[in-house]
T-cell receptor, first 115, second 115 residues
């Protein structure tokens, strides 16, 4: 099973709201990723967690706050977002350690609209 | 600099015709190579990957890709396209050993299929 699940599928929020995106995988992967994707563009990496520790932050604004409570779960907390943050947010996971371990499997995404 | 180029932004083929999507990369060493497909509003699905060995790799949905080291290319092919293949296709490269798990994506090729 190579499934990554994401909730919610769609989210509409105002600029003063606080919301969270959730990602879950049960493949035993120890690396998890958040990507942002605008229309007609490739995904842009935001954060990487490796063994539940933040290993990469691609200079993402602090209004995005990731959290990895355990090896299966990844959250993205959103606060005071701007309309330009509207996008498809993708979660991915992979094993850690080189070889075929680096294949990333993606979830279906959360379509976020900021009003 | 590391980069991935997909020269064709948009390709239209007739159903039943053959398909080739081009991908060229610039990388210090032979990277891991991937093709992903994305239907509108969906996440990315892994079609196939190349790490080492046989340079012709088979993937899901009847796709294959050939790695050509001398041309730094990893082109995706399908002998007979189906209407359901209409989607966005992304070529991606990753480091040959676990070095942070960063994928570099091409800009994508949008495939349309004519009846």
């Amino acid at each position: 099973d190579t499934e990554v699940t994401q909730t919610p599928k769609h989210l509409v929020m105002g600029m003063t709201n606080k919301k969270s995106l959730k990602c879950e995988q049960h493949m035993g992967h120890r690396a998890m990723y958040w990507y942002k994707q605008k229309a007609k563009k490739p995904p842009e990496l935001m954060f990487v967690y490796s063994y539940e520790k933040l290993s990469i932050n691609e200079s993402v604004p602090s209004r995005f706050s990731p959290e990895c409570p355990n090896s299966s779960l990844l959250n993205l907390h959103l606060h005071a977002l701007q309309p330009e943050d509207s996008a498809l947010y993708l979660c991915a996971s992979s094993q850690v350690g080189g070889g075929t371990a680096d294949t990333q499997y993606f979830g279906p995404g959360t379509r976020l609209t900021v009003l | 600099a590391q980069s991935v180029t997909q020269p064709d932004i948009h390709i239209t083929v007739s159903e039943g015709a053959s398909l080739e999507l081009r991908c060229n990369y610039s990388y210090g060493a032979t990277p891991y190579l991937f093709w992903y497909v994305q239907s509108p509003g969906q996440g990315l699905q892994l079609l196939l990957k190349y790490f080492s060995g046989d340079t012709l790799v088979q993937g899901i949905k009847g796709f294959e890709a050939e790695f050509k080291r001398s041309q730094s290319s990893f082109n995706l092919r399908k002998p007979s396209v189906h209407w359901s293949d209409a989607a966005e296709y992304f070529c991606a490269v990753g480091p040959p050993y676990n070095q942070g798990g960063k994928l570099i994506f091409g800009q994508g090729t949008e495939l349309s299929v004519k009846p």
